[in-house]
């Protein structure tokens, strides 16, 4: 006997390299009432194409992933379905993971501490539009609202000293290959630090950093 899908039901996505987390997170919301998991991705990318199959109203999203990482994947997947409703999922609380995700239209914050029935209810409130931010994401938003509020410190003042490294060596026109190099760090390295430095700064591309740079001192 077929059993019948949900048309209530809030479709919901996993994306998550882990395989037992995903395995885990399925079980377990699969006993919930009114959540429907219509697919787990292991990548990045293979969450790009399932969205695109199963177009979910809410997607968990891990961080770190190999390939496609968990930030650019959210402001892929919300260019393509700017409804959708993104909960990170992740065991980060680190500014240079966080922050970028949230500015990339991240619209919920969990960490995988977070009890089963938390996750849950997350993605309720995501359905009905409410956002759910870890207590202390939200202690941190807070206080870099009210420096900014206030006129404290520069964007690049949110910049980790490795990043300050990259945005100095991008600025002289060096190449992620040449930046790679100098730094001796992989070239996936390099392309998260540049996507955290565009996020940091407010800026679009490598020039307006490379720009950026020059106009507060930070190049060499």
Same mark, same amino acid.
């Given at each position: ?10 479709? /919901? ?7 037992? /987390?995903r395995?885990?997170l ?11 998991? @219509?697919?787990? %991705? ?10 695109q199959?199963? !177009? ?7 961080l @770190? ?8 994947t !959210? ?18 609380l ?33 359905a ?7 207590s202390? @994401? ?7 609202f ?13 910049? !980790? ?37 565009? %996020? ?18 930070l190049?060499?």
């Amino acid at each position: 006997m077929e059993i019948e899908e949900d048309d209530d039901a809030i479709k /919901v996505l996993l994306v998550d390299d882990h395989e037992m /987390v995903r395995i885990g997170l399925a079980a377990v919301l699969g006993t919930e009432d009114g959540i429907e998991v @219509v697919g787990e %991705a292991g990548s990045g990318e293979e969450g790009i194409r399932l969205a695109q199959e199963y !177009t979910p109203d809410v997607v968990l999203m891990d961080l @770190v992933m190999d390939g496609m990482d968990g930030i650019e994947t !959210t402001r892929q997947l919300l260019k393509l379905y700017p409804d959708c409703k993104v909960i990170v999922l992740t065991s980060y609380l680190d500014d240079e993971k966080m922050y970028p995700v949230i500015e990339a239209g991240a619209f919920s914050y969990l960490l995988k501490t977070s009890r089963a029935s938390e996750v849950a209810d997350a993605i309720r409130a995501a359905a009905r539009g409410q956002s759910v931010l870890e207590s202390q @994401v939200a202690s941190k938003m807070m206080n870099r609202f009210r420096s900014n509020a206030r006129g404290e410190s520069p964007a690049y003042k949110e910049l !980790t000293e490795r990043e300050m490294e990259v945005l100095k060596l991008l600025a002289q026109g060096k190449s992620n290959q040449d930046i790679a190099d100098q730094l001796i760090i992989g070239i996936k390295t390099v392309k998260f630090h540049v996507t955290n430095i565009l %996020a940091k700064l407010g800026v679009e591309d490598r020039t307006q950093a490379a720009i950026y740079a020059y106009k507060n001192g930070l190049a060499e």
